[in-house]
């Protein structure tokens, strides 16, 4: 009984697995691995163990990949950047997309599997190595002719800030982000002033983009399973930052500094912080000058109201 019923299960599997490709062939399309029976066989053929150290959640489930292509608009003109292909799922559906993918992999066990698993696509170009160490302006000049990019990633979570925030400062041409990311994360990318979410991440992520959480997903999407509930946000870069700052960097040490004792007034909060070098009358001088009051709190301002205190401190700085 128990093994008709196991077969029964198999061959229903079998069956929707097949009419899924079938469907997907009609549509000139071949990508096949978001189905999970298909890549738990590729995983098996390659004896692939999974590497914590590298967060390597693969998605299994067809309607989440649909939906991040879908949000990201790829388009047959498209050149896109992926970090993390794994075993190749999400690439197919770019290939399949975009007009020319280059994917970046740091795993060494996952080049012969991606070499399998793409075979299928002339579009697309493996990169093994750190995405942190490789020169993304390079590589949008290369095959973007220097024109902003898309970048589209189901991100190892160990890294989401190091990697988001290196394509920004570099000032990759970006035209829009679209990644998966913890759910907490994506809430506080784009969470606003006075909330418990809103802090350096979210001013420094609106800074450059505009965010917006296009999906929450839960752990069964992913093979492993998280034990965190994830979210796909996108980023739509600003072509010019959407505030007039005179020093972006000290704009960064003051909003790092307002946060990092998130129950100390702002006063405090910069008074205290090595970065800063005024003392506690001019910042005081300088939260007056904001017509803002003496006890606020960092996270009750806006992104404008910290470049117009981050001009003001400038000013005095240089006195
Ligand atoms: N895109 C695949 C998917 O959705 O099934 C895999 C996503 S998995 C969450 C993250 C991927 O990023 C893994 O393949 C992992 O090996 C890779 N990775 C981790 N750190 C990396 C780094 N520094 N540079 C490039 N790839 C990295």
Not at 294 to 299: F, S, Y
């Given at each position: 009984?128990?093994?008709?019923?196991?077969?029964?299960?198999?061959?229903?599997?079998?069956?929707?697995?097949?009419?899924?490709?079938?469907?997907?062939?009609?549509?000139?399309?071949?990508?096949?691995?978001?189905?999970?029976?298909?890549?738990?066989?590729?995983?098996?053929?390659?004896?692939?163990?999974?590497?914590k150290k590298f967060?390597?959640?693969?998605?299994?489930?067809?309607h989440?990949?649909?939906k991040?292509?879908?949000?990201?608009?790829?388009?047959?003109?498209?050149?896109?950047?992926?970090?993390?292909?794994?075993?190749?799922?999400?690439?197919?559906?770019?290939?399949?997309n975009?007009?020319?993918?280059?994917?970046?992999?740091?795993?060494?066990?996952?080049?012969?599997?991606?070499?399998?698993?793409?075979?299928?696509?002339?579009?697309?170009?493996?990169?093994?190595?750190?995405?942190?160490?490789?020169?993304?302006?390079w590589?949008a000049?290369?095959?973007?002719?220097?024109?902003?990019?898309?970048?589209?990633?189901?991100?190892?979570?160990?890294?989401?800030?190091?990697i988001?925030?290196?394509?920004?400062?570099?000032?990759?041409?970006?035209?829009?982000?679209?990644?998966?990311?913890?759910?907490?994360?994506?809430?506080?990318?784009?969470?606003?002033?006075?909330?418990?979410?809103?802090?350096?991440?979210?001013?420094?992520?609106?800074?450059?983009?505009?965010?917006?959480?296009?999906?929450?997903?839960?752990?069964?999407?992913?093979?492993?399973?998280?034990?965190?509930?994830?979210?796909v946000?996108?980023?739509?870069?600003?072509?010019k930052?959407?505030?007039?700052?005179?020093?972006?960097?000290?704009?960064?040490?003051?909003?790092?500094?307002?946060?990092?004792?998130?129950?100390?007034?702002?006063?405090?909060?910069?008074?205290?912080?090595?970065?800063?070098?005024?003392?506690?009358?001019?910042?005081?001088?300088?939260?007056?000058?904001?017509?803002?009051?003496?006890?606020?709190r960092?996270?009750?301002?806006?992104?404008?109201?910290?470049?117009?205190?981050?001009?003001?401190?400038?000013?005095?700085?240089?006195?």
């Amino acid at each position: 009984m128990e093994n008709g019923r196991k077969r029964q299960k198999n061959v229903s599997v079998t069956v929707s697995f097949a009419k899924v490709c079938t469907d997907r062939r009609m549509r000139g399309e071949m990508a096949t691995l978001g189905i999970p029976q298909n890549t738990i066989e590729i995983l098996k053929k390659y004896n692939f163990t999974f590497q914590k150290k590298f967060g390597q959640n693969f998605l299994i489930d067809t309607h989440v990949l649909d939906k991040i292509i879908q949000a990201a608009g790829i388009t047959k003109e498209d050149f896109v950047l992926e970090i993390g292909p794994g075993i190749g799922t999400m690439t197919q559906y770019l290939c399949e997309n975009a007009r020319k993918v280059a994917a970046v992999e740091i795993d060494r066990n996952l080049i012969p599997i991606l070499s399998e698993t793409l075979s299928g696509y002339n579009n697309v170009t493996v990169i093994p190595g750190d995405i942190l160490k490789l020169d993304i302006n390079w590589l949008a000049k290369e095959y973007n002719g220097g024109r902003p990019i898309k970048v589209v990633a189901n991100l190892p979570y160990y890294i989401t800030t190091p990697i988001i925030m290196g394509l920004f400062e570099n000032h990759v041409p970006l035209e829009s982000i679209t990644i998966m990311v913890q759910k907490e994360v994506a809430d506080r990318m784009q969470a606003e002033p006075g909330t418990k979410a809103y802090g350096a991440l979210s001013l420094a992520v609106q800074y450059y983009a505009n965010p917006k959480i296009v999906a929450n997903v839960p752990p069964n999407c992913f093979m492993p399973r998280p034990k965190i509930g994830s979210a796909v946000i996108k980023l739509s870069c600003h072509e010019k930052p959407p505030i007039g700052v005179q020093d972006e960097k000290l704009l960064f040490r003051i909003i790092r500094a307002s946060f990092n004792q998130r129950r100390k007034t702002l006063q405090n909060g910069l008074n205290n912080s090595p970065e800063i070098a005024l003392s506690k009358e001019l910042i005081a001088e300088a939260i007056a000058e904001l017509k803002l009051p003496p006890a606020v709190r960092g996270e009750a301002l806006n992104l404008q109201e910290f470049a117009a205190l981050s001009n003001i401190i400038g000013k005095k700085m240089k006195k």
